[in-house]
């Protein structure tokens, strides 16, 4: 599936990764490099829509909210909506929790990783127990 991202979006999102929030950027200290076994873009364009932070596989989108999202429900709710139909999950947290619950976040984070990755396996890899002595003697 190709991100068809607008010029604009992309245009955006750059702007963005340069202005990360104090929040943005404790959070994106532990997600990048991959710390938790899979790698994240920062202000990934999606479409119209640039998520916080994106995993294209397995296909996860970790979003912070500011207080500004209390008054923009329906636009939240349009936006994951498309990005659902993109096969991406998300999960929300408040701007704050970097600050109060970062290993919580980080923790809630890899157990949706493992989550996707359990229910939808690598296709070029055997399910976990089969065929693994095969992958590790060639």
């Known amino acids: 599936m190709q991100n068809q991202s607008t010029s604009n979006a992309q245009q955006n999102a750059r ?9 943005e950027r404790k959070l994106w200290s532990g997600l990048r490099s991959e710390q938790l076994g899979v790698k994240f873009r920062r202000q990934h364009p999606l479409g119209n829509y640039i ?29 994951d909506t498309f990005l659902r ?14 600050f109060v619950n970062f290993e919580g976040m980080l923790q809630a984070v890899l157990n949706r990783l493992n989550e996707l990755k359990a229910a939808c ?5 055997p399910p976990e127990g089969e065929g693994a002595q095969s992958r590790s003697h060639p």
């Open 15 to 23: 702007t963005l990764r340069r202005e990360m929030t104090d929040a």
């Open 51 to 79: 998520a916080d932070f994106a995993c294209l596989d397995p296909r996860l989108i970790v979003e912070l909210d500011g207080s500004q999202h209390q008054t923009q429900k329906g636009y939240d709710a349009q936006r």
């Open 85 to 98: 139909t993109q096969g991406f999950e998300v999960l929300r947290f408040g701007s704050n929790d970097p």
């Open 121 to 125: 396996p690598h296709p070029n890899l």
